[in-house]
Each structure stands twice: as C-alpha cells, then as structure tokens.
C-alpha cells in the first residue's frame, strides 16, 4: 500500500497555493497527469476529496483548506530541519532560495550571484523576482530563505538587516537637460510616469511626490523601470528611478537625469529571513555581499549635487 509521502505534500501544497493543475504541475516541474494521480492517491490515502475539480481553477474542500494549513506548518519545519543541518557544516552550501523586488533583480543580482559562488563554491543560489507582498508571503511560507527588499517590512517573525540607501532621481526628456530641477511635489504637474501597483517603488514615488494614492486615477504606469525610461524618452513624461537603474536603464534612451533638492529622497535597501531559522549566521555573511554590491552601485553615472 502506498504510504503519505513528503512529495504528496509538496504537489499538493503548490495545487492549493496556485490554484491550477497546469500551472502547479509546471512548478513542480512534473507532467499535469502526474500531478492529478498523486493528488488522486493523497486523497485516497486521507479518505475524503480535497478537491473540487471544475472549471479551469480548483477550489479545496472545507477539509482541503485544514489541510493546506497544516501541510504548510509541516513542510516549514522540514525544511528548517535541514537548514539546521545545514548550519551544522559551517559554510554556506546547497540550496539558497533567494527573493528580489523588480527594482533592484536587474541591476544588483548579477554581481551578488557571481560573489555568492565564487566565494561559496558549494551554494546553488536559485533567485527569483517577485514584489515584496509576494516574497513576504514566500518567506513566510519557507518557500524562500532570504528576500533584497526596500524596508521597513515590519513583520515580527521577520529579521530586518538594513544594507544601504541609495536615492531616488529623475528622469527628464532629453531636451530638459540644463533646465531647472522642479519641486518633489510639482512633478505630477509634469505627467509623472509610475510603476503599476503592488510595487512598493511606486509607493515610495508617490510620497516623495506628495501624491495620495487616490489621486493617482490619471497617471501613465509602465510594468518595470526601462518601460518607464523609454516613455521618457519618447517625451510621454517624467519619471524616478533607484540610482542603481541609472547606468542600465538611461544607456539607450534620449533622457537626462538629474538628482533632486536636499533633502533628497532615499530608500534603504536591506535583506529579511525568518528569525526561526537556524542559518542566520550564514544568511548574515551573505548580506555583506548584497551590502558591498550595493555600495558599489550607488553613484554610477549620477551628475554631482
């Protein structure tokens, strides 16, 4: 008889978080087939569905929903389990799921993973870019070890370690070069083009603007950075970007960039793991190399004060 098996957890915790045969057997980077028999034995294992099948989304059953939470609580504490292993051996080694908001994945993470294997030639790092509600929510669910986000993040199972701040400048038409830096607060008078919503980017933009979230109805929104450039750069309108995206992002595009009046707006970019787990001290040695990475990113191609 087939026994309750780690791998019926694990198909049947992606089901239950993406919703969909196709796309949860795709994550699990088994056939859609393959998934339905090891939902279908889970489920005759437990004696009851899980599942209500129908349509192109799954919905759980009253017990499945019971028992997503609890193959969650189950799967953390595994994997922690073998974080604790893991720590034991000293070095960083095996598998690093590593998270990064869209706003720093393009610009910073090619430096950290060429340090992060040079000096840890065992570590696998396995990044992925996501916003920062979605890599909390991963983080929380041990689906990753360690997340780069613009803090504060405030969560109390959370460690919050700051790594450096860096500011935010504008971006203008070419044919603005030499002209005036307007007021933070007048750059909405200059169609002031944002990222779309759920990036914490375009909240930071928003304040430093003085906009309320309400009043943003009729602003242009781009989904990533080098959208938002080339739309300058087609004379659509102004925008902010990180100074690290500056180097990138402008290279191929007609604009300027200017920084703005004291004080100038920043953000602090740092790192965030789980305090339970057991490879903070190693976590704490790869923070150092966003740190350093990071560092070296601020100024590139800036004009001075």
């Known amino acids: 008889m087939i026994g309750l098996s780690m791998k019926h957890l694990r198909y049947f915790d992606a089901l239950a978080r ?18 339905s028999v090891q939902i279908r034995e889970l489920e005759d294992l437990i004696g009851a569905p899980l599942v209500e099948r129908g349509g192109r989304q799954i919905r759980l059953t009253g017990l ?63 990044p992925r870019e996501a916003i920062t509600q979605r890599l ?51 750059l909405h008078e200059m169609r002031l083009l944002l990222l779309e919503e759920g990036h914490c980017f375009r909240d930071q933009a928003l304040s430093v603007c003085n906009i309320t979230a309400a009043a943003t109805r009729d602003l242009m929104e781009g989904s990533s950075l080098s959208t938002l450039v080339q739309m300058v750069g087609a004379g659509i309108g102004v925008t902010l970007i990180p100074q690290m995206a500056v180097d990138t992002e402008i290279r191929s595009s007609a604009v300027c960039v200017s920084r703005l009046a004291e004080p100038r707006p920043t953000r602090t970019i740092g790192m965030v793991w789980r305090k339970t787990n057991p490879l903070a001290a190693q976590f704490a040695q790869v923070a150092e190399i966003v740190r350093q990475a990071g560092l070296g990113k601020r100024g590139e191609a800036l004009p001075p004060a």
């Open 18 to 35: 993406i919703g969909h045969f196709g796309r949860a057997a795709e994550s699990c980077s088994i056939s859609q087939p393959a998934l």
């Open 136 to 186: 909390i929510e991963d983080l929380a669910e041990a689906r990753l070890d360690v997340a780069i986000v613009a803090l504060p993040i405030s969560e109390p199972a959370l460690e919050e370690i700051p790594l450096f701040e860096e500011e935010f400048v504008l971006v203008r038409p070419l044919e603005d070069a030499g002209k005036p830096v307007p007021a933070s607060e007048r």
């Open 64 to 126: 499945g929903e019971e028992f997503a939470g609890r193959t969650r609580a189950i799967l953390r504490a595994v994997d922690e389990l073998e974080d604790l292993g893991r720590a034991a051996h000293g070095p960083l080694a095996g598998r690093l799921r590593l998270g990064v908001i869209p706003t720093v994945a393009p610009y910073l993470l090619p430096d950290v993973i060429k340090a992060l294997t040079r000096l840890y030639p065992g570590l696998d790092p396995r």
